[in-house]
């Protein structure tokens, strides 16, 4: 098959990227390389990938709604895993414009360059962050998700919204994809697991945000993969798959663990609840299994250690 990743150049992209040109699919990456972090780690990520003669890197904006259209043309896509999108809870309450503007718009990009030019499948990553504080757990696809706590939530919540609104009028097959905290080598500077331990190695205080209690289904990247390369070949008509590891660590045992994997001890600077966040992240995956077959594998007992490794070889370049 070929397909469109967009956001490809990026953690989960790069690496769903190489999954896929390893079992011989054509890969077409688009990646705008803003500045959210570095671009030259990046580059980095797709430095593999760019060997392949089954990969071509197309550097563009999603937002560009011509680019797109002709890029739909000329390539002939068979699915489009959509992955592009301003990430980060915290964040997007400081600038909740310009992820309205990335995510909601540059998603109804993509679905009208699909209708345009009759794509077969189209997978949406979405976000376990639309479940808000929700007060049953594990988190079901069914529950009520109508209550989002930050404005990156909201538009993950309204893009799934739009993906069943085009498959509803003209018939696009649509599977959306609620990742819960994807974790692992290449994992985005800013996120927890990768900031926690670049801190304890340099001996610099750990903000710990609320008494360390609260609990993520902490996901990893290779049972991501998986996920999405199921999705990408069931290729549904339309339907909603929490990806996740259902089980939940919290923040205080994660920091334990890194701190194990480094052999170093964390300076931990405890600060009051951030705005946005929530109390516990927990996927139910029956659906999942199911109707996918997805079967998580790692454990974050196994996955930090992974990821620290990781880590420690690249981190002159990080």
Partial sequence: MKIL??????FIGSSVSEKLLARGDEV???????????????RRNIGAALKSPSYKLV?????????????????????VFHLAARAGVRPSIADPLLYE??????????LEAAK?????????ASSSSIYGNNKKVPFSETDFVDNPVSPYAATKKACELICHTYHHL??????????????????????????????????????????????????????IADGVIKAIDANFAFEIFNIGESQTTKLRTLIELIEKSLGKKANI?????QPGDVEVT???ITKSKKMLGYNPRTKVEEGVPKFVKWYIENREAL
């Fill in 170 to 223: 003209y018939g696009l097959n649509i599977s959306c994809l609620r990742f819960f905290t994807v974790y692992g080598p290449r994992q985005r500077p800013e996120m927890a697991i990768h900031k926690f331990t670049r801190l304890i190695d340099r001996g610099e205080p750990v903000p710990m945000f609320g008494d360390g209690s609260s609990r993520r289904d902490y996901t990893y990247i290779d049972d």
């Fill in 282 to 284: 927990y996927a139910d």
């Fill in 101 to 110: 503007d990335v995510n909601v718009r540059g998603t109804m990009n993509l």
């Fill in 5 to 10: 990743v967009t956001g490809g150049a990026g």
């Fill in 116 to 124: 345009e030019n009759s794509l077969p499948g189209f997978i949406f």
């Fill in 269 to 273: 600077e405890q600060l009051p609840d």
């Fill in 28 to 42: 077409v990456a688009i990646d705008c390389f803003d500045n959210f972090y570095d671009p030259k780690i990046k």
């Fill in 59 to 79: 550097e563009g904006d999603i937002r560009d709604l011509e680019l797109l259209k002709g890029l739909f043309r000329r390539e002939r896509f068979d699915r």
